[in-house]
């Protein structure tokens, strides 16, 4: 694993304000080091605190050459409850931050094509929405960041102010804290 001293940062665009997190949550991602990734704080993002996606003006490139961007919810509204990023406990964006740069990781996989039928299929099935942030999940997690995604799904879980049906709609879509468990131990047995 790198350190988040090692990263190329000419390549990377990172507001101030999370800096420290996505440092942290980029050092679990060495095959990212040269990828350009732009985090960029959005007023509103539907159904979503986060989202990765490649960039519109690499989608015609090679996977080699594609660049990302993860945008961030200025704030995160949760029925009632809304949060800024400053509300938010350190380790849990980093969690956030890993789970979207598990997304990245899934996308260098995939051609133009591949990448198309994703988009189309993750506006219209639950299934592949849940196997999509299983697999963003999994990803973050066989990169040492259980413990963060652990955190982060504690936070949302646990939280007095957050309503059941959101909570709800996490268990149903994400891996659940046990499962979360049950994988980072099965990397330590590896």
Do not use: C
């Not at 350190?3 to 949550?25: C, G, M, Y």
């Not at 890993?98 to 994703?118: K, P, Q």
């Not at 909570?167 to 149903?172: D, L, P, Q, Y």
């Amino acid at each position: 694993m790198i350190t988040s001293e090692d990263i190329q940062l000419d390549n990377k665009q990172i507001p101030d304000s999370i800096k420290k997190e996505a440092l942290t949550a980029l050092s679990h991602y060495p095959e990212l080091y040269a990828s350009e990734i732009i985090f960029r704080f959005k007023d509103h993002i539907k159904k979503s605190t986060m989202q990765a996606q490649p960039t519109w003006k690499s989608f015609l490139t090679t996977r080699k050459n594609r660049s990302y961007i993860i945008l961030i919810s200025r704030r995160i509204q949760i029925d009632q409850e809304e949060f800024t990023i400053e509300d938010i406990p350190s380790d849990v964006i980093v969690g956030w931050l890993g789970h979207e740069l598990g997304h990245v990781m899934d996308y260098r996989n995939r051609g133009r094509f591949s990448m198309l039928l994703f988009g189309i299929k993750y506006l219209y099935s639950r299934a592949h929405i849940q196997e999509v942030e299983r697999a963003a999940d999994t990803y973050a997690i066989r990169h040492g960041m259980g413990d963060y995604i652990l955190q982060t799904k504690n936070f949302i879980l646990e939280h007095a102010h957050i309503s059941e049906k959101y909570k709800e709609r996490i268990r149903n879509l994400y891996m659940s804290p046990e499962e979360v468990m049950q994988l980072i131990n099965e990397g330590e047995l590896a």
